[in-house]
DNA sequence: TCGACAAAGTTCGTATTACGGAATAGCCTT
DNA sequence: AAGGCTATTCCGTAATACGAACTTTGTCGA
C-alpha cells in the first residue's frame, strides 16, 4: 500500500462528498496534517483533477474525474442494451428480469423489468445488492466467471472451496443456468444466466418467479434456452 | 508534486481507456518500469479502484471511480470549462466578470475573475444570490429563457408580466445583452449575457463595472460583442 | 481605517519509503 | 516435460515525502 496514493484518495472521497472542502475540514476528515494536505491538494490540481477556488471556499473536484469513470460506463452500454431484450422477453413470458453485475463481493442490480410485469411482486430492487454465493446472479456468475477470478473472490469471501462448491458450478456450467439457494421458507425463486463474452462474464441475468407456480426442473426445461438466448443476443449487442 | 500520486493516476487514466489492462501494456503506456506498475496496481486493488481479472486479462477499474464523480454536477463542468475563458476575458479588459446559473427564483454565483481584476471592488462574492428581476446576470437569463420557463418563474416570483417588461426583455434579445436595473444612487453596474446551448440558457455572464467610467450605451457598444463572443466560446466548450 | 485573529501556505532537516535491477515464480505453448 | 514469456517478489539504496514550526494572507469587528 503506497501511502502518498492512499492519502490523496482520502482527500479525493473526502472532496467528492461536498460541493468544496477547505484545508481544514479535509484535514480532520482525514486525518492528515495540513502541509501534507495542502501538498496533496497541489499534486490534485496540478494533474488536474482539483480546482482552488478561492482561499477561503477551498478546492473542488473538476470533471476530469468523471474522465476515469469513463470506462465504467461500460455497465451503462450493457443497460443499454440489454433493456429492450429484456423487455420484450417480459411481454412474452411475463415474468420480470433482473440485470445484474459484479461489484466488490455481491452482485448490484442494474435493471429490472418487474415495474413491467403483471406477475410484479417486488419494489423497484434497483442498486440492491445480491449474495454472491446464494443468489442465482451470483451463482451464475461465479459458475461462469475465469476460475482465477472464482478463485480470488471466494478467498476474499472467506470460503474455503471445497469439492461440493466446485461440483455445484460444474452442474450449473452443464445446465447453462444457477437457481437461488433458498430457505425452506423462501417462497420466490430465481434462475440467473450469465452474460458471456469470450471468457468474460459481463453480467449476470435472472428470471425470478414464484415457487409455488413450477419446480426447479420445470424453469429449467422452460425458461433455460430461452433466457440463454436472450444472454447471448444481449452479449452481441453490448460489445457492437 | 507528489510522484506516487502523479503515477497512480496516469495508471488509472491508462486503465479508464480500455475495458482491461495488462501490466506490460499499462507499463508501456505510462513509461513505468513493471514492479512499480504492479506496486500501484496492488494499492489501487487495496483501495477498490481496480480489481484483478486474471493472470492475462491483467486489471480494471471498479465502479468505485463512480462515487468519486459523484459530486460533480454539470455546474462544474460549466465552470470548468469557462473559467479559462473569463480569465483571458478579464486579462484583456480588465474589468472582472460573474459566471452565475438559475436557482430557485435567483441567478447563484458560480465563479469570478473579481479576484484577478485590478479593477475588483468587491469582495469574493462566490454563492451570492442575485435577484432575477434586477441584476444583469437575472435579466439576461430571464430575456433569454423560453417563454414557459420565463412565464414560470415569474409567476413563482408573483410578477404580474406586463407590456412594460416584455418590451424590455424583447429589447435585451435584440440587443444581445442586459443591465443591472440601478437605484439612482449605485454606484456599480453590470452588464449580462447568455450562455446558450439551443433553446436552453446554461448560465449567465456579467460584467461589472464603474458607473462613472461609461453609460450603457458605451458599455453595450463595446463590450456587448466580446461577451458575446466569449459566452458562444464557452457554449462550445461546455458540452464538447 | 486599523488591529487582532484564524486559517492557508511555506520552509527545511530528517527519516521514511518508494524505487527498480535482478532474481524468482507462475502459466502457456510445443 | 521443457522452454519461453510475463507477472511478481526481493532488497539495498537514494530519493522524496513528511510534518513541526514558521510566515503570510485574508476576514471580521470596532
Avoid at 445484474?100 to 403483471?118: F, V
Wanted: aromatic share 6%; glycine share 8%.
Amino acid at each position: 500500500m503506497i501511502e502518498p496514493v492512499s492519502r490523496s484518495f482520502a482527500i479525493m472521497e473526502a472532496l467528492s462528498r461536498r460541493p468544496r472542502g477547505t484545508v481544514a475540514v479535509l484535514a480532520g476528515e482525514t486525518h492528515l496534517p495540513r502541509p501534507t494536505v495542502v501538498r496533496l491538494l497541489k499534486t490534485l490540481v496540478e494533474l488536474g483533477y482539483a480546482t482552488r477556488i478561492s482561499r477561503e471556499a477551498g478546492y473542488r473536484l473538476t470533471d476530469k474525474v468523471l474522465g476515469l469513470a469513463q470506462g465504467i460506463r461500460f455497465v451503462d452500454r450493457l443497460i443499454d442494451a440489454a433493456a429492450p431484450h429484456m423487455s420484450r422477453f417480459t411481454r412474452r413470458y411475463g415474468w420480470p428480469l433482473y440485470l445484474g453485475t459484479i461489484s466488490d463481493r455481491a452482485m448490484t442490480i442494474r435493471h429490472s423489468t418487474a415495474t413491467e410485469s403483471p406477475m410484479s411482486f417486488e419494489r423497484t430492487a434497483l442498486q440492491r445488492r445480491s449474495p454472491l454465493l446464494s443468489s442465482a446472479l451470483g451463482r451464475a456468475w461465479l459458475a461462469f466467471c475465469p476460475a482465477e477470478e472464482r478463485r480470488g473472490v471466494l478467498r476474499h469471501l472467506g470460503v474455503k472451496p471445497d469439492a461440493k462448491l466446485a461440483a455445484a458450478f460444474a452442474r450449473i456450467r452443464s445446465d447453462g443456468y444457477a437457481f437461488t439457494v433458498l430457505p425452506r421458507s423462501g417462497r420466490l425463486q430465481g434462475i440467473g444466466v450469465a452474460i458471456r463474452d469470450g471468457e468474460r462474464v459481463m453480467g449476470c441475468l435472472s428470471m425470478r418467479f414464484i415457487r409455488s407456480a413450477m419446480t426447479e426442473d420445470e424453469a429449467g426445461r422452460r425458461y433455460g434456452a430461452p433466457l440463454n438466448a436472450l444472454a447471448a443476443a444481449i452479449a452481441a449487442d453490448a460489445d457492437r
